[in-house]
């Protein structure tokens, strides 16, 4: 009888896909998801949790190979839509929660008469090593974050915790040996509690990601060639493929809303690189002290601005979109941020620098006005301000509140064809070398062909 290693290599590759279900993981992880299957007519499955069915839709609908497979929570007190917790906090409980659908997971695989070969699953979720082990396959961990980001976290984990609040944390093994104060630390690390079973088993799942048989990172060789050679050095089995950017994969095509059209219309209007655009993602809304500063930095800089504010519109000042006039929008709700971006009268992007916005705003050649919150924000903050002297800091921390004049003055400068002029030429570099990574013969083009080859 054939042993299980040669059954599983005469039969066609089926990928199980284990999203963590927040936007900011899922919408990249399908991306990927649809390049990998599209391109090398590779079968998913992608588990979906209920909240999730609408993003899901229109992957399905480009991914002709791919299959969704609804996994109701483990119970009904799920804490999926809890963004009002500090963010550690909402994906430990989430992380921790989601380890409920294991069994669930195991039971559909072995009665499937097309069981999974490979199961690829976000870096938020290793216990899925656990799921994999079980079915004896291999596991790729998708890394929603970037090179500096999962080289951080993974030193971490692996070190003493919890860390001293009063000591700035210095990093030796990583390229550079960065540092950071304690307050720039990822916070899913520095909410960490010792003894805590639900922290413990999350910390587990973290490290259980050094087991996985391979990693894939959205990123790209010209922005981490550094930390993706530490990565593929501390895991040790030459198995790590950046492939970003993975947002131009096409599984997000959508018809264009009349809100779009509206903001590419006025966009049509103004000056290229004349404006200012202002977005801090779907998890952030600024205090109001913060707010407050915003809006009459952009009314006093005498800049263009968009400023998309998502759905609540109470982080709005009063009166603002009346006495900027004609050289403002406001985008209330959803915002078509890469078309904005891409946009020839855009000229910066003020962000918190979330992964997923870093990247889009890379992908433009825009330069960044970088404000970082939270997360691991502040990693990608100093990796386009320092390392690829690409963006501006403009502030630091979810309590900073800068002033006015000097805030009017970046963003006046920001969009001033006589400033800049290195760090705009940065961030035309990164761009062509983003497009120049994905296209047939590129960096990432190539990693993705190595993987494919591997999993067939």
Not at 3 to 9: P, R, T
Not at 172 to 183: A, N, Q, R, T
Not at 278 to 296: D, E, I, T
Request: charged letters at 20%.
């Amino acid at each position: 009888m054939p042993g299980d290693a040669e059954v599983l290599s005469r039969r066609r590759p089926h990928v199980l896909v284990v999203p963590f279900p927040a936007q900011g993981h899922l919408l990249p992880l399908l991306d990927f998801a649809h390049r990998l299957s599209f391109r090398h007519r590779i079968h998913l499955t992608v588990a979906v949790t209920p909240s999730n069915l609408a993003l899901v839709s229109s992957f399905l609908a480009s991914t002709p190979l791919a299959a969704a497979l609804p996994l109701p929570l483990p119970d009904s007190s799920s804490p999926e839509h809890a963004s009002d917790l500090p963010l550690g906090t909402h994906h430990v409980l989430l992380a921790v929660h989601l380890s409920g659908l294991r069994a669930s997971l195991l039971s559909w695989a072995r009665s499937n008469p097309d069981p999974p070969t490979v199961v690829v699953s976000d870096f938020f979720l290793g216990w899925v090593q656990l799921l994999a082990d079980d079915l004896r396959v291999p596991r790729v961990a998708f890394y929603s974050s970037g090179a500096f980001t999962a080289s951080v976290l993974d030193h971490l984990w692996k070190g003493a915790l919890p860390l001293d609040p009063n000591s700035p944390v210095v990093l030796d093994p990583l390229p550079g040996s960065p540092s950071f104060p304690y307050e720039h630390v990822p916070s899913v690390v520095r909410s960490y509690v010792a003894g805590d079973p639900d922290w413990e088993l999350v910390r587990e799942g973290f490290l259980l990601n050094s087991r996985a048989w391979g990693a894939v990172v959205n990123s790209f060789d010209a922005l981490e060639r550094d930390f993706l050679e530490h990565m593929n050095h501390c895991l040790d089995h030459g198995r790590v493929w950046a492939v970003g950017p993975v947002a131009d994969s096409g599984c997000r095509a959508e018809e264009r809303s009349p809100e779009a059209e509206k903001i590419l219309s006025w966009l049509g209007t103004c000056p290229p690189r004349s404006v200012v655009y202002v977005c801090f993602g779907s998890m952030y809304k600024p205090p109001p002290a913060q707010a407050a500063a915003l809006g009459a930095a952009l009314e006093a800089s005498g800049a263009r601005f968009v400023w998309a504010v998502g759905a609540d519109v109470a982080v709005l000042p009063e009166g603002i979109e009346k006495r900027a006039g004609e050289r403002s929008l406001v985008v209330r709700g959803w915002a078509p941020q890469v078309e904005i971006l891409r946009h020839a009268a855009v000229g910066a992007f003020v962000t918190h620098c979330g992964w997923n916005s870093t990247l889009e705003g890379v992908a433009a050649g825009v330069v960044l006005v970088a404000w970082p919150m939270k997360a691991d924000q502040f990693i990608d903050a100093r990796l386009m301000v320092e390392l690829h002297g690409a963006a501006a800091l403009a502030a630091e921390g979810a309590a900073a509140v800068p002033d006015q004049g000097n805030l009017a003055r970046l963003f006046a400068d920001a969009v001033d064809e006589s400033n800049w002029a290195d760090m705009r030429a940065n961030a035309g570099a990164l761009a062509a070398a983003a497009a120049a990574a994905v296209e047939e013969g590129g960096s990432s083009w190539v990693a993705l062909e190595r993987m494919a080859k591997e999993l067939k």
